[in-house]
Nanobody
Framework: QVQLVESGGGSVQAGGSLSLSCAVS????????MAWFRQAPEKEREGVAA???????RYADSVRGRFTISRDNAKNTVTLQMNSLKPEDTGTYHC????????????????????WGRGTQVTVSS
């Protein structure tokens, strides 16, 4: 059974940092693309960052330069280091596993993801 389990959420003041982790189990091979998405109340889900097995990364404009995604393929884990947090970063953060954009080796922040974790809450206060 495939499982993605997030950890590391919490509450922090603006300007602070948090690190989220996702443990992946149940796959017989390494997942091509891992990503983090977030959803705030009454807002659409937003892709935050993605990383390929070979290290290619992609970030949403809203987090580029502040967030860093990384993965450990041997341990099947993916981490999101979040620095300089802002109140607008508040939301439930979900880990996702998926495929590259069709016809490319690149991981996107769209509809290529087929497995999701239940999420971890991040709250940033001003």
């Amino acid at each position: 059974q495939v499982q993605l389990v997030e950890s590391g959420g919490g509450s922090v003041q603006a300007g602070g940092s948090l690190s989220l982790s996702c443990a992946v189990s149940g796959y017989t091979r390494s997942v091509d693309c891992m990503a983090w998405f977030r959803q705030a109340p009454e807002k659409e889900r937003e892709g935050v960052a993605a990383i390929a097995t070979y290290g290619y990364t992609r970030y949403a404009d809203s987090v580029r330069g502040r967030f860093t995604i990384s993965r450990d393929n041997a341990k099947n884990t993916v981490t999101l280091q979040m620095n300089s947090l802002k109140p607008e970063d508040t939301g439930t953060y979900h880990c996702a596993a998926g495929d590259p954009i069709i016809g490319t080796p690149y991981c996107g922040l769209g509809a290529q993801y087929y497995s999701w974790g239940r999420g971890t809450q991040v709250t940033v206060s001003s």
